[in-house]
């Protein structure tokens, strides 16, 4: 029997969950006359830094704090069944090694024997293939698993913030609301960002 191989990947590779949102277009409502043409001509600007807004909104705090812990305890719980299976894979080893001994000095004392003993580690040999197979399993399950609870959560704050951007900005004071990471020359705009986070978490604690 070759050597079994585990290999436990990493589930996630990073601690916090980003949002990436490149702009959002905000459709203004009728602006007051007196502000019509200057709206028109200076198409006020928001800024805001969703670094920030995910460091400090409380619902992604809480909800990145319970991805990682679902995330720790899997992978407790694969690393657990691994070197459960590596101990018991040595164990096959050992076995095949002194049955082999015993071959080569002609130590069994009957045929049916040493047909017995081997029989019994072909069974443990498929036996420990299929439990190879069922880790791997288990490590794409969870891994799967992770990234789907990853992508719902991004999906969730995204969706919250771009709502309570869409109400924040309904009298379409600002024509456009965008992440300042996406600017590479920032020259004037209106930095809403603490406004738009103590906004979220007053929502948040209702």
């Known amino acids: 029997m070759s050597k079994i191989q585990i290999t436990i990947d990493a589930v996630l590779c990073a601690a916090i969950v980003a949002l990436f949102i490149v702009f959002f277009t905000v459709k203004p409502g009728a602006p007051r006359q007196a502000e019509a043409v200057v709206a028109t001509e200076t198409m006020p600007i928001a800024i805001i830094n969703t670094d920030s807004i995910m460091k400090h909104y409380t619902l992604a ?80 399950k969870l891994s799967n698993d992770f990234m789907e609870q990853q992508a719902a959560l991004t999906q969730q704050l995204s969706d919250s913030l771009q709502q309570y951007l869409r109400t924040y900005n309904a009298d379409g004071h600002f024509h456009l609301i965008i992440n300042d990471a996406t600017v590479m020359n920032k020259v004037g705009g209106y930095d809403i960002t603490m406004e738009v986070i103590d906004g979220l978490n007053a929502r948040y604690k209702k």
């Open 61 to 140: 705090v809480e909800s990145t704090e319970q991805l990682m812990s679902s995330y720790e305890a899997s992978t407790v719980q694969l690393d657990t069944k691994a070197k459960a299976f590596q101990k018991e894979y040595e164990t096959f080893q050992r076995d095949v090694m002194d049955f082999q001994r015993k071959v080569e000095a002609n130590a069994f004392l009957s045929r049916e024997r040493a047909e017995s003993e081997q029989k019994r580690l072909q069974t443990k040999e498929q036996q420990l293939m299929k439990k190879q197979q069922d880790l791997e399993n288990l490590r794409q």
